[in-house]
């Protein structure tokens, strides 16, 4: 599906493209971690290549790699996934890994975000009679609950940014402070959202959402007129930083045919 | 005892209306789609399906009026997201409306590892504070009786049959599945029993001589059917790759649900069995999914 592209001064790239070089720059060297689908996906792999050689990555299905797949990954249970794994196995034993407080980082996305970082991947309206029924929480609202901390990746728009989504799939910090603690979860919480237009963060103490950068081609502004509610500001806040040329070398690599990244 | 017999037979013995079934037990690979499809061709009614994620499958199935109730953590169509049966069925009650059990993924690996094990529940500290509880009233919050902490019970789920597709097979199903294996042995241990779909039937010594690889006690499977390329369009490592483009082509299909009617007829309907959906899908495509190379796992010494 064509998409279009941000002109930047040195070299075009597309809002995945950016998207994925964000998500890589959030996983730490030697950090176990919880790798999602689509672009969290080619994230893993470039940032393997890249700053983080000794992460590691567990798949819900049953998989844990110390190298990325030696193919694009259309899903987590492609056979080139499989192929050379450290471990494959269980759904029960990777959970147990995240349970068990194993997991640094975990990758999920999401069709309706809140300003504290709650997520619905299940129904947008009532329950009972839903406008619009989404697929479910798969793994995602486990990898919320119980890695050290998630990011997440998603499109930006005003219906998907809303003040409060209409059902908790995969919890961020609720309500705001103390929240997360008061219901029982016992750490964890949203550490970045990587948009198509932004990377908003967290301010752990109120757990609020911040815009942390906005991507090249947009502005504070531009950001805020696509959040549905009034989205506060960092201190800091700058220009996401660009793919680097080696970044898009390794991403194009992966991902030649710009399958999820075109 | 030869356990073997056809998909129909087996579909029409162990599958009748209103029974609970686990299928797409290994996640995006391995999926059943040949016995999903004698489903719905023999129009079984009022199923309850039970699976983590279960692809675009549970899709077909609820499209085609099987189901009555959905115990899952997410329903549609990982290539292409959203399951427009799914929807439809949920935001229209077309074909008809359906009972929606919400899990995520632990929680349905957790009530089926309970069912396994005979255990009544097993606690987690998963999905506190989320709404999942309150579409799903079997999860029950409660404090545990150790630490005091919050807690959520997950209840056992003993389903009918689990359909399991794996890579081989002995004529009384001691059968050998590879890769991630995603809920197969909890689902395989919770169920009363189990249907066996194998790629290839091998003889017992072959099975034997690797203990270790076989997915579930054999004394609970009640039928094998011999099924080549019966997970198509899902992967099985060591046979055959997933085939994205069906899944995109799927999703577009079933948009309306005259195209959905189109889809089913061309594709199950009226196709006799999965060797005339092979036949249809076309040797080219069929070849274009096989094997790039071998890679052979070196052979494990058993001696004593």
Same mark, same amino acid.
């Given at each position: 599906?064509?998409?279009?592209?941000?002109?930047?001064?040195?070299?075009?790239?597309?809002?995945?493209?950016?998207?994925?070089?964000?998500?890589?720059?959030?996983?730490?060297?030697?950090?176990?971690?919880?790798?999602?689908?689509?672009?969290?996906?080619?994230?893993?792999?470039?940032?393997?290549?890249?700053?983080?050689?000794?992460?590691?990555?567990?798949?819900?299905?049953?998989?844990?790699?110390?190298?990325?797949?030696?193919?694009?990954?259309?899903?987590?249970?492609?056979?080139?996934?499989?192929?050379? @794994?450290?471990?494959? /196995? =269980?759904? *029960?034993?990777?959970?147990?890994?995240?349970?068990?407080? #194993? &997991?640094?980082?975990?990758?999920?996305?999401?069709?309706?975000?809140?300003?504290?970082?709650?997520?619905?991947?299940?129904?947008?309206?009532?329950?009972?009679?839903?406008?619009?029924?989404?697929?479910?929480?798969?793994?995602?609202?486990?990898?919320?609950?119980?890695?050290?901390?998630?990011?997440?990746?998603?499109?930006?728009?005003?219906?998907?940014?809303?003040?409060?989504?209409?059902?908790?799939?995969?919890?961020?910090?609720?309500?705001?402070?103390?929240?997360?603690?008061?219901?029982?979860?016992?750490?964890?919480?949203?550490? @970045?959202?990587?948009? /198509? =237009?932004? *990377?908003?963060?967290?301010?752990?103490?109120?757990?609020? #959402? &911040?815009?942390?950068?906005?991507?090249?081609?947009?502005?504070?502004?531009?950001?805020?007129?696509?959040?549905?509610?009034?989205?506060?500001?960092?201190?800091?806040?700058?220009?996401?930083?660009?793919?680097?040329?080696?970044?898009?070398?390794?991403?194009?690599?992966?991902?030649?045919?710009?399958?999820?990244?075109? | 005892?030869?356990?073997?017999?056809?998909?129909?037979?087996?579909?029409?013995?162990?599958?009748?209306?209103?029974?609970?079934?686990?299928?797409?037990?290994?996640?995006?690979?391995?999926?059943?789609?040949?016995?999903?499809?004698?489903?719905?061709?023999?129009?079984?009614?009022?199923?309850?399906?039970?699976?983590?994620?279960?692809?675009?499958?549970?899709?077909?199935?609820?499209?085609?009026?099987?189901?009555?109730?959905?115990?899952?953590?997410?329903?549609?169509?990982?290539?292409?997201?959203?399951?427009?049966?799914?929807?439809?069925?949920?935001?229209?009650?077309?074909?008809?409306?359906?009972?929606?059990?919400?899990?995520?993924?632990?929680?349905?690996?957790?009530?089926?590892?309970?069912?396994?094990?005979?255990?009544?529940?097993?606690?987690?500290?998963?999905?506190?504070?989320?709404?999942?509880?309150?579409?799903?009233?079997?999860?029950?919050?409660?404090?545990?009786?150790?630490?005091?902490?919050?807690?959520?019970?997950?209840?056992?789920?003993?389903?009918?049959?689990?359909?399991?597709?794996?890579?081989?097979?002995?004529?009384?199903?001691?059968?050998?599945?590879?890769?991630?294996?995603?809920?197969?042995?909890?689902?395989?241990?919770?169920?009363?029993?189990?249907?066996?779909?194998?790629?290839?039937?091998?003889?017992?010594?072959?099975?034997?001589?690797?203990?270790?690889?076989?997915?579930?006690?054999?004394?609970?499977?009640?039928?094998?059917?011999?099924?080549?390329?019966?997970?198509?369009?899902?992967?099985?490592?060591?046979?055959?790759?997933?085939?994205?483009?069906?899944?995109?082509?799927?999703?577009?299909?079933?948009?309306?649900?005259?195209?959905?009617?189109?889809?089913?007829?061309?594709?199950?309907?009226?196709?006799?069995?999965?060797?005339?959906?092979?036949?249809?899908?076309?040797?080219?495509?069929?070849?274009?999914?096989?094997?790039?190379?071998?890679?052979?796992?070196?052979?494990?010494?058993?001696?004593?």
């Amino acid at each position: 599906m064509p998409r279009p592209w941000i002109m930047g001064t040195e070299m075009d790239y597309t809002p995945q493209e950016i998207m994925v070089a964000a998500a890589a720059r959030e996983i730490r060297d030697g950090e176990i971690v919880f790798t999602g689908m689509r672009l969290p996906l080619i994230a893993f792999a470039l940032a393997k290549q890249m700053h983080a050689p000794g992460a590691i990555g567990l798949f819900e299905a049953g998989l844990v790699r110390d190298t990325p797949a030696p193919e694009l990954l259309y899903t987590m249970g492609d056979p080139p996934n499989i192929a050379g @794994a450290l471990w494959a /196995t =269980r759904m *029960v034993n990777m959970m147990g890994l995240l349970q068990r407080g #194993a &997991v640094d980082l975990g990758f999920i996305g999401g069709a309706e975000l809140d300003r504290f970082g709650n997520l619905n991947t299940s129904y947008l309206g009532n329950p009972k009679s839903p406008k619009t029924k989404l697929p479910g929480s798969g793994g995602a609202a486990d990898i919320a609950s119980l890695s050290r901390r998630f990011v997440v990746i998603m499109a930006h728009d005003k219906r998907r940014l809303v003040e409060r989504v209409d059902y908790i799939t995969s919890p961020g910090f609720g309500d705001g402070q103390g929240w997360r603690e008061r219901v029982g979860l016992r750490y964890g919480g949203p550490s @970045a959202i990587i948009t /198509t =237009r932004c *990377v908003l963060g967290f301010e752990p103490s109120w757990g609020e #959402a &911040v815009l942390r950068s906005y991507h090249p081609g947009q502005s504070v502004a531009s950001v805020r007129a696509e959040t549905g509610w009034d989205l506060r500001i960092a201190k800091d806040v700058h220009e996401t930083g660009s793919p680097t040329p080696e970044e898009l070398t390794i991403i194009r690599r992966y991902d030649p045919q710009g399958f999820w990244t075109r | 005892m030869s356990k073997i017999m056809t998909m129909c037979d087996a579909v029409a013995r162990f599958v009748p209306q209103g029974s609970s079934v686990v299928m797409g037990a290994a996640l995006e690979s391995l999926i059943p789609f040949a016995a999903g499809h004698e489903i719905i061709r023999r129009q079984v009614r009022d199923l309850t399906l039970i699976g983590p994620i279960s692809d675009m499958l549970f899709d077909q199935l609820i499209g085609a009026g099987c189901v009555r109730k959905v115990i899952a953590a997410w329903v549609g169509n990982v290539s292409a997201g959203l399951g427009h049966n799914y929807r439809r069925a949920c935001e229209q009650g077309i074909p008809h409306r359906l009972d929606v059990i919400d899990h995520s993924n632990f929680t349905i690996s957790l009530a089926l590892l309970a069912g396994g094990l005979g255990a009544p529940f097993i606690p987690t500290h998963s999905l506190l504070g989320t709404d999942i509880p309150g579409t799903n009233p079997a999860l029950r919050q409660s404090l545990s009786p150790f630490g005091g902490e919050k807690i959520v019970l997950v209840p056992a789920l003993q389903p009918d049959v689990a359909i399991l597709h794996v890579q081989r097979s002995d004529e009384n199903g001691n059968a050998h599945a590879w890769g991630n294996l995603g809920v197969s042995e909890e689902a395989a241990l919770a169920s009363e029993r189990i249907i066996i779909v194998a790629e290839e039937v091998v003889p017992h010594h072959i099975i034997v001589s690797d203990p270790n690889r076989v997915i579930a006690p054999s004394f609970k499977v009640c039928a094998v059917v011999r099924e080549p390329g019966g997970a198509h369009p899902s992967p099985v490592q060591g046979h055959y790759n997933r085939d994205h483009e069906y899944y995109h082509d799927y999703h577009r299909a079933t948009r309306t649900v005259e195209g959905n009617v189109e889809w089913m007829n061309r594709w199950v309907a009226d196709t006799k069995d999965r060797a005339g959906y092979l036949q249809k899908l076309g040797k080219e495509r069929w070849q274009s999914l096989q094997l790039k190379e071998h890679r052979y796992a070196a052979p494990v010494d058993y001696g004593y």
